[in-house]
């Protein structure tokens, strides 16, 4: 197996984190008109405003690591049924680079999430 068995345990330990961000947040998608957003109920949070803020950032950024990880999983599946010798890039310093770019891409959705999708006066408007 492998790399191939590092990269389904990184797979299967995020896709754990995710559900158990999923079940604390317990977020509801509302879509309205042309837009949808990602809210929470604050009723039943024990914490402050801003910590549901980071809950739910927290999630879009988990939403963004698991589009790339099921594209490097493939990627990788790619490279194996091409029987190239192309999964010398799944070795040493190159499976370190995999394992980093999902985290980037999870880091920038939780930072669009955080800095430009928050709530704000016109977003709550909006939806009520």
């Not at 984190?17 to 009723?43: E, N, Q, W």
């Not at 490279?79 to 394992?99: C, D, H, M, P």
Request: proline residues 3%; positive net charge; glycine residues 8%.
């Amino acid at each position: 197996m492998g790399n191939y068995k590092l990269l389904m345990i990184y797979f299967s330990s995020f896709s754990m984190f995710f559900a158990i961000c999923d079940i604390i947040v317990r977020p509801f998608i509302h879509s309205y008109g042309t837009c949808f957003f990602m809210i929470m109920s604050l009723k039943q949070w024990p914490f402050s405003e801003g910590s549901a803020q980071i809950a739910l950032s927290t999630l879009c950024g988990c939403g963004g690591v698991t589009p790339v990880l099921i594209a490097i999983h493939f990627i990788y599946r790619f490279f194996a049924l091409e029987r190239k010798g192309n999964l010398k890039y799944f070795k040493g310093k190159y499976l370190i680079a995999w394992f980093i770019i999902p985290i980037l891409g999870g880091l920038n959705w939780f930072h669009l999430s955080w800095f430009y999708y928050r709530r704000n006066e016109k977003t709550t408007e909006y939806i009520r």
